[in-house]
């Protein structure tokens, strides 16, 4: 079964605008992991985020963690055409924590 | 760089056939993994590797096998491809250890008919 579950499913935005996402998970965890994926590729990495951390920031990303109501947002400012892509959360559930489960993805969309 | 390469791009495949998806990486990754991406539905784990000859179930393995005899080679075998496991499979490898990400290869797209 799915661990993370993202929100929304689709965001359209216009160039300049903040994006916005969220991903809910259910049982603990290591740590939280976002990944892009552009269309018919692999997913690339973007920013890790530990379990005893609320807030990370890398570029114009931002990313935060609440443990309490096991949710993180992904945050990404000053959107740009480039961005247009899905967007993934990913954690670790097992006890080894070897295994990344992902969730069913944000499909972002910037239009110029 | 980290390379995680799979051996094909695009696949077409027969039902009933055996089909066998390659990946290899060159970080020597101790973890190997094998998801399916259908839309909709996201990433689920097909198997997942975390050492040589070692291997775990993933959320669904059925119709599926793995091999891993080196190090860096995680093949995917279906034993009997059927028109349901028409999909995109990912590979991704990392490091052992609770906060390490994970490099992916570009991606199988396979057609079974």
């Known amino acids: 079964s799915q661990q993370g579950e993202e929100d929304p499913q689709a965001l359209s935005i216009q160039e300049g605008e903040n994006a916005t996402m969220n991903c809910s998970y259910k049982?603990?965890?290591?740590?939280l992991q976002w990944y892009r994926q552009n269309s018919g590729r692999g997913l690339v990495h973007l920013i890790l985020?530990?379990?005893?951390?609320r807030e990370k920031h890398s570029g114009r990303l931002r990313v935060t963690l609440d443990t309490s109501k096991k949710s993180s947002s992904l945050l990404i400012t000053a959107s740009r055409a480039a961005d247009t892509a899905s967007y993934f959360c990913?954690?670790?559930?097992?006890?080894?924590?070897?295994?990344?489960?992902f969730g069913k993805g944000t499909t972002l969309s910037v239009s110029s | 760089d980290v390379k995680v390469t799979q051996s094909s791009r695009y696949l077409v495949k027969r039902t009933g056939e055996k089909v066998f998806l390659e990946c290899v990486q060159d970080?020597?990754?101790?973890?190997m993994f094998w998801y399916r991406q259908d839309p909709g539905l996201g990433l689920r784990l097909i198997y997942f590797?975390?050492?040589?000859?070692?291997?775990e179930k993933g959320d669904i393995p059925e119709g599926y096998s793995v091999s891993r005899e080196k190090k860096e080679r995680f093949s995917l075998i279906l034993e009997s491809a059927s028109t349901n496991q028409t999909s995109m499979y990912l590979c991704?490898?990392?490091?052992?250890?609770?906060?390490?990400?994970?490099?992916f290869g570009q991606g199988t797209r396979l057609t079974v008919v």
């Open positions: 049982t603990s965890i290591n740590n």
């Open positions: 990913a954690t670790d559930a097992n006890q080894a924590g070897t295994a990344l489960i």
């Open positions: 970080m020597d990754h101790e973890n």
């Open positions: 991704a490898s990392s490091y052992r250890g609770i906060r390490t990400e994970a490099f």
């Open positions: 985020i530990r379990s005893n951390e």
């Open positions: 590797s975390y050492d040589v000859k070692m291997k």
